[in-house]
């Protein structure tokens, strides 16, 4: 799994996931034994849990961080590997 992010115990990974169609543009988290798929349009989460300060967080780095995880979308749609991405700082 590619690691595109990593913030306060919070690991954000975008990849392909096989024998499905990314219908929608999304991110994975994985924080300690959780883990979460949100929206990269909208930050909803999509599936999974989060703690809440823990969502809380990567919905407000994917609101600040939106552009550039659409274009990491736009990169596995043409079968490239995801670049890394700045942490909630």
Known sequence: MPEISRF????IT?????GERHSS???????GGS????SIETA???AGSLPKP???MVQVWVELRGLQLEANWRLLIAG??????????
């Open 44 to 46: 909803d989460l999509l």
């Open 25 to 31: 543009p999304h991110m994975h988290a994985r924080y």
């Open 8 to 11: 306060y115990g919070v690991v």
């Open 80 to 89: 490239q590997p995801p670049t890394k991405i700045d942490p909630l700082r």
């Open 54 to 56: 823990q969502l809380r």
């Open 14 to 18: 975008m990849y392909p996931e096989a």
């Open 35 to 38: 883990r979460a798929t949100l």
